[in-house]
T-cell receptor
């Protein structure tokens, strides 16, 4: 079964700690994306990567970092510099020649 | 750059009634348009997309949408809703030249009651 997996489903951290969210896909897609979702605000793009070893900042990259060492994996680190990290985080991918993005199930991060 | 406006944050409707969820966009270039559905605490699933050609697009679960270039709209419709259609619906737009970001609206919550 092809798809995108995100783990864990729920994540709790104390303020001041860095935390890494996992995103893995077995769809052989080149492009991968990270979005943040807050109530009433839709989805906002954090980072995206079109090929391995390359990634670009999205609209709200401050306080986040990513890596793309493998085609299948695009982990997101939420650093202590992110002022308001509590949110629902969604990973997506898109295959070359396709127009739609495929989404993972999401990770809900709560920082207290 | 593109932007999307979903005019209704919440739409209540009775089961088996028709529904329309409104979406307007702005863009200086031609666009691709999408509707996604999100069930609680889940990811987004593509309902349908408009790339080119026929302006009436049919998607999954009995949904359809009509692209209206003059009114810059892409409204989503279903002739008869089910309880299981209760979810959040997102309209999204992407420019069709070069690499463009997918821009989402703020979502419309569809509440179907018996």
């Amino acid at each position: 079964d092809g798809g995108i997996t995100q783990s864990p489903k729920y994540l709790f951290r104390k303020e001041g700690q860095n935390v890494t969210l996992s995103c893995e896909q077995n769809l052989n897609h080149d492009a991968m994306y990270w979005y943040r979702q807050d109530p009433g605000q839709g989805l906002r793009l954090i980072y995206y990567s079109q090929i391995v070893n390359d990634f670009q900042k999205g609209d709200i990259a401050e306080g986040y970092s990513v890596s793309r060492e493998k085609k299948e994996s695009f982990p997101l680190t939420v650093t202590s510099a992110q002022k308001n990290p509590t949110a629902f985080y969604l990973c997506a991918s898109r295959g070359q020649g396709f127009y739609e993005q495929y989404f993972g199930p999401g990770t809900r991060l709560t920082v207290t | 750059a593109q932007s999307v406006t979903q005019l209704d944050s919440q739409v209540p409707v009775f089961e088996e009634a028709p529904v329309e969820l409104r979406c307007n966009y702005s863009s200086s270039v031609s666009v691709y348009l999408f509707w996604y559905v999100q069930y609680p605490n889940q990811g987004l699933q593509l309902l349908l997309k408009y790339l080119s050609g026929s302006t009436l697009v049919k998607g999954i679960n009995g949904f359809e949408a009509e692209f209206n270039k003059s009114q810059t709209s892409f409204h989503l419709r279903k002739p008869s809703v089910h309880i299981s259609d209760t979810a959040e619906y997102f309209c999204a737009v992407e420019g069709n030249t070069g690499f463009q970001k997918l821009v989402f609206g703020t979502g419309t919550r569809l509440l179907v009651s018996p």
